[in-house]
């Protein structure tokens, strides 16, 4: 009988078709399962001829069901998959079963040299993870191109051999991206994928990249920098979210409706204390999500597959450095199996979802018909399909919903890692499924809010009786207790519920029959506006707590996570006190060496010092940008103002152009009279400053120079759109920091504009004083980027850019096939060579040492730990239900003055004998024909321009720029032909200024109020030097991670590194007085905890026999656990 079912994973209905077997069969098959020896090949060849029988497409068709795949193969590309919806490349999966069908592809797999036999089909589905894991093929790319790097200093690669792997990745990143990456049946997973189509277009030098690297440790390595870009993703997400939120609840302060306890109405609130109550649940979300990104940001690379990296010369943590990871993973068994970053991605997903259910739980009871308070925008409602009045909710209902799903993710995970032994198991395959679905879910969701709120209905819905408690305390204000006036105040309620009226309809003369106190201003009580403002503290509902909540959550939106721990308020007012005081006294010593400012004379096609009339000059974009992917329209509403800066100011009167708002898009242009032409014989120089008054975590400094050529300008209409000539200056972004440098440049063929980007920017410098940028760009198409007037970069800009300006005369020929009889590898095993007899693969590594031996005064009958004879059974211990009272175990006292307690063992040593496995030499292949490249032909797109530097006309400046932080300057903008011209107005200006900003900078240092506690004689000593060593510390982090010339700072930073120095030399000192005192002494006992809790002093003990051996204590039963020190190199 034929019949017909479904298989549901996630969210993928799989179809059969089979006949259902024999009784007998079944019999024969259950057998096997109950004697474990039935496995997949037994099944397969077990079942009856038309299992699984493939239907045809038609078949296939399921009521209600658009999803189900056509036939196997799509099972083999799907099995495992939950998904798959949402991977832009699942269109192109390839057809596994069909080649497995036709040929023994096994051998092509990386580890098929073990195999002989073919791979059924049902296990190379159940295995394979590409159809998910290739998400991760950027982060593939970068850590195998940063792992070839790495090999040069082990000898694995030649510097020639890397730079064909790093290039061939680019290709193989090229082909992913543009979508036509051709995936192949022995292609596994993301790393035998990449790994595969490298070999195809380098040859067999891609063989050694996976020398010292499993993909245990690669997966990882994999799994961390996709998360590490996702945290900054979801960070995004959810800090715009809050951004939203917060600039709601201040443009809507005036909105009041009922606040609701247990779903009942209970007293007058402002709708933005409602908005702001769930953006101080996502502000947390974001806190814990930021905490997570050190633990993620772990290397794992180098670790091998459990015990590390055999090749010397491999440098970790450059690799670390190279890929952005902060550390490096202390234990390889650790770094390729830990997932705990992956299961707390997890909770905090779980726990996000909480939060957003919470908040499309309230949206839909608002929205409802009984309630009217909030309208969903019809982008993100649903109808009914037979009554036509309704609008549905779905997305807030699914918001919902989809924490349910989160919650799943998480706990099965967690199950999955439960009963997994030590380093990988392929268990931790099924971490990615969860992981993917879980944040793009968690993505999803914080994009889909928008809802419009209806005033009228909610202030509409506001009673008297809601201020049943503002009655109450109008009579605390009279003098009467609030116990005394909650009564009164509920028997006013009964009172008007008795006459069918409300609370404010109660006359006077009724409220005095209640009590006395009551006058004439109890009408005030009745006002819903009189009671929110009457809630005036901190988190209250009054307009200024509301905009006090609203400042402070979007001041902590920049602050890092860790500077977010409360003080003591009256430790607060002393601190802020003394800073005061500090700073005042610093102000007044450095204001007197600030020399005025004065505008310099030099000369160039554009300079701007922002000069009075700046603003005749200058004008504010109007337009608004649309933020790719969601479509969100975002106004350029960042404030600019042409001011002194206030921090570490330099000259007098010397104003700046500075970026006032945080986490907004700003825009601002100044339009050319006369468009700067390029003719390609004269120098170019861009040239301007930079000041990050309050560091710059995520966001861009950056200037463009408009493109003249490519249509009018406008400055209203400046935005991201317009188009631009050259693009220079820092931006970074967390641990991505670099310096631009973008020119747009004309195809001649086509005439379209086409960018191009430095292969590998220099790295932006981040500091609070000013920096200089400057850009010159020579004739002979050289380019030199400076930062300070230090050169940081030199390059030229026919040979580093992407795409390169000139594409390649010739190109592969795509119809060009390698000869199936190609032989390509250069060396194989001498087929001659036989081990040698003597050869002994099963000696081991390590031996015991024979010449060791057990000193004479050893005592192996004795235990390293005996029961504590003190120790006294607790009267309140009951024996059945407590157990057997077994006493504390404490060390043996016989062992104190011997060598050592317990069984002895020799210790271990090299093994001479020791060969390890044996195998043949590799000689010259006899057959090998060279590296295999299909030919060259014409490319027809080819073109030649030798002079790149006649850039597109400039006709305008303009900063165009999204920061999280506010107080970004920009001054000294220079644009000229002259890079003598450059230098001199550089003197003139930025090389007055910096000296006087660094002096200011370092006087507030040494004027930290921290810092003047921390020497206060009212202190003890343990505690002055304790105060003085997390200030400095504190001082040198702050100069360190703020500024990218970290020898500069630590030349500036004698005095701390001086103290450390001190510091170190008086522990050492201790240390080494220590050590003489305990010199010959045995291993520090811990003393049992006595019922008196007397201490039990350690004895001293006498030089012991030299000896190597290993203590293997006794077994004994404890019953509470002795915290011990571990040492780790």
């Known amino acids: 009988m034929d019949q017909r079912y479904t298989d549901r994973r996630g969210d993928l209905f799989i179809a059969w078709s089979i006949e259902f077997p024999t009784d007998d069969w079944i019999r024969s098959v259950d057998a096997d399962v109950r004697t474990s020896t039935t496995n997949l090949e037994t099944l397969s060849s077990a079942l009856p001829p038309k299992r699984p029988a493939v239907p045809s497409s038609e078949e296939t068709i399921v009521e209600d069901v658009s999803t189900l795949p056509g036939n196997m193969n799509d099972y083999g590309k799907n099995l495992g998959t939950q998904h798959q919806r949402r991977d832009e490349f699942d269109a192109d999966e390839p057809d596994f079963t069909s080649s497995m069908a036709s040929e023994d592809f096994t051998k092509k797999k990386l580890w098929g040299g073990r195999f002989t036999g073919e791979t059924d089909p049902i296990m190379h589905a159940f295995n394979e993870s590409l159809s998910y894991d290739k998400r991760m093929w950027a982060q593939d790319i970068r850590g195998s191109q940063a792992y070839a790097k790495a090999l040069i200093g082990c000898g694995i690669l030649t510097e020639d051999e890397a730079r064909q792997i790093v290039e061939g990745l680019d290709q193989v990143g090229k082909e992913w991206e543009n979508g036509t990456f051709n995936a192949a049946p022995e292609d596994e997973d993301i790393h035998t994928a990449n790994e595969r189509r490298l070999k195809e277009l380098i040859g067999p030098v891609a063989g050694k990249l996976h020398t010292g690297r499993s993909r245990n440790d690669q997966v990882a390595t994999d799994m961390r920098l996709w998360m590490l870009d996702e945290v900054d993703t979801l960070a995004k997400l959810l800090k715009d979210l809050i951004c939203v939120m917060a600039k709601r609840a201040e443009k809507e302060v005036d909105v009041l409706m009922p606040g609701y306890t247990h779903l009942q109405r209970a007293q007058p609130i402002r709708w933005s204390q409602l908005l702001l109550s769930h953006a101080t649940y996502f502000l947390y979300d974001l806190e814990r999500l930021q905490s997570l990104r050190p633990r993620v940001s772990m290397l794992p690379l180098g670790a091998g597959p459990l015990a590390g990296n055999p090749f010397a010369g491999l440098d970790r943590k450059k690799l670390a450095e190279d890929l952005g990871f902060d550390t490096v993973g202390l234990n390889s068994m650790h770094s390729v199996s830990d997932r705990d970053f992956i299961v707390e991605m997890l909770m905090w997903t779980s726990l996000f979802s909480v939060h957003i259910s919470k908040l499309a739980e309230d949206l839909i009871i608002y929205s409802s018909f009984e309630f009217g308070f909030v309208q969903l925008s019809d982008a993100y409602s649903t109808g009914s399909s037979i009554m036509p009045q309704k609008k549905n909710p779905d997305s807030l209902e699914l918001l919902r919903g989809k924490s349910g799903r989160l919650f799943g993710h998480m706990s099965g995970f967690m199950m999955s890692l439960k009963g997994i032994p030590s380093t990988y198991n392929k268990d931790l395959q099924e971490d990615k499924e969860p992981l993917f679905d879980s944040v793009e879910t968690t993505k999803a969701c914080l994009q889909i809010l928008t809802v419009q709120i209806n005033a009228e209905k909610m202030r509409g819905a506001l009673t008297s009786d809601m201020l049943a408690t503002d009655l109450a305390d109008y009579l605390v204000r009279k003098g009467i207790p609030f116990r005394e006036t909650h009564h009164i105040s509920g028997s006013a309620v009964k009172m008007a519920e008795d006459r069918g009226c409300e609370l404010s309809d109660l006359t006077l003369e009724d409220l005095l029959t209640l009590n006395p106190a009551f006058d004439a201003d109890v009408q005030r009580v009745w006002d819903p506006e009189e009671s929110v403002e009457r809630r005036n503290a901190i988190g209250g509902t009054s307009r200024r707590a509301v905009h006090e909540q609203v400042e402070h959550l979007l001041a902590r939106l920049t602050a890092p996570y860790l500077a977010h721990t409360m003080k003591p308020f009256a430790g607060a007012v002393t601190t802020s006190t003394l800073a005061l005081l500090a700073l005042q006294s610093a102000s007044a010593d450095v204001e007197a060496d600030r020399p005025k400012f004065v505008p310099s004379t030099v000369e160039g096609l554009f300079v701007e010092q922002f000069t009075p009339g700046w603003d005749a000059r200058w004008a504010l974009s109007k337009t608004s940008k649309i933020q790719s992917g969601n479509q969100e329209e975002f106004k350029y509403d960042g404030i600019w103002a042409v001011e002194e800066p206030t921090v570490f100011p330099g000259l007098k009167g010397d104003d700046s152009l500075i970026m006032k708002s945080k986490a907004k ?112 760009v020579n004739p002979d198409q050289t380019f030199e980027i400076l930062v300070n007037n230090d050169s940081v970069m030199k390059g030229s800009l026919l040979e580093d850019f992407l795409p390169p300006v000139n594409p390649p005369k010739e190109i592969d020929d795509p119809n060009d096939k390698k000869p199936s009889n190609w032989v390509d590898e250069a060396e ?96 010259k292949n006899p057959a090998y024909k060279g590296e295999w490249a299909p030919r060259k032909i014409p490319n027809k797109n080819w073109f030649e321009d030798k002079q790149p530097n006649k850039f597109a006309s400039v006709g305008g400046v303009g900063f165009e720029l999204w920061t999280m932080d506010d107080g970004i300057a920009f001054d000294n903008i220079f644009i000229s032909n002259d890079p003598e011209a450059a230098l001199k107005f550089a003197r003139e200006t930025f090389e007055l200024k910096l000296p006087v900003e660094q002096k200011r900078e370092q006087s507030e240092i040494e004027n930290d109020p921290e810092f003047v506690q921390g020497r206060s004689r009212d202190q003890p000593v343990w505690e002055r030097i304790v105060s003085q060593i997390r200030h400095r510390t504190n001082v040198l982090v702050t100069r360190l991670s703020t500024e990218n010339d970290k020898l500069h700072v630590l030349m500036q930073s004698k005095e701390i590194l001086f103290f450390y120095g001190a510091v170190v030399a008086v522990l050492l000192g201790l240390v080494g007085l220590a050590g003489s005192l305990l010199s010959g002494g045995s291993s520090t006992t811990i003393p049992a905890a006595k019922k008196e809790d007397a201490p039990v002093p350690p004895s001293k003990s006498d030089k012991k026999e030299d000896a190597s051996s290993t203590a293997v204590p006794a077994k004994s039963t404890v019953t509470k656990r002795v915290p011990v020190q571990e040492s780790m190199e």
């Open 665 to 776: 898009q700003h825009a601002i242009s100044t339009l050319f009279d006369k468009p700067i032409t390029f003719d390609g014989t004269k120098p170019f120089v861009v040239q301007y400053e930079v000041k990050m008054q309050n560091g710059l975590s995520c966001g861009g400094a950056y200037v463009k120079l408009l493109n003249a050529d490519a249509g009018k300008l406008d400055s209203e209409e400046f935005g991201d759109k317009t188009p631009y000539s050259i693009m220079f200056g820092p931006d970074r972004c967390g641990p991505d920091s670099k310096i631009h440098f973008i020119f747009h440049h004309k195809n001649p063929k086509t005439g379209e504009y086409e960018e191009k980007q430095l292969k590998v920017p220099p790295q932006a410098k981040i500091a609070k004083v000013s920096t200089l940028y400057t850009l010159i």
């Open 828 to 923: 194989i095993p001498d087929p001659k060579a036989k081990k040698p007899k003597d050869w002994d693969e099963d000696a081991p590594m390590m031996i015991a040492d024979p010449s060791a031996k057990m000193p004479s005064d050893w005592l192996k009958d004795e235990p390293l730990m005996v029961p504590d004879p003190e120790a006294v059974k607790p009267e309140e211990w009951d024996d059945e239900e407590d157990g057997e009272f077994v006493p504390t175990l404490v060390p043996n006292p016989k062992c104190r003055d011997v060598s050592g307690c317990g069984e002895w063992v020799p210790n271990q040593i090299p093994n001479p004998n020791y060969k390890g496995k044996w195998s043949p030499p590799m000689i």
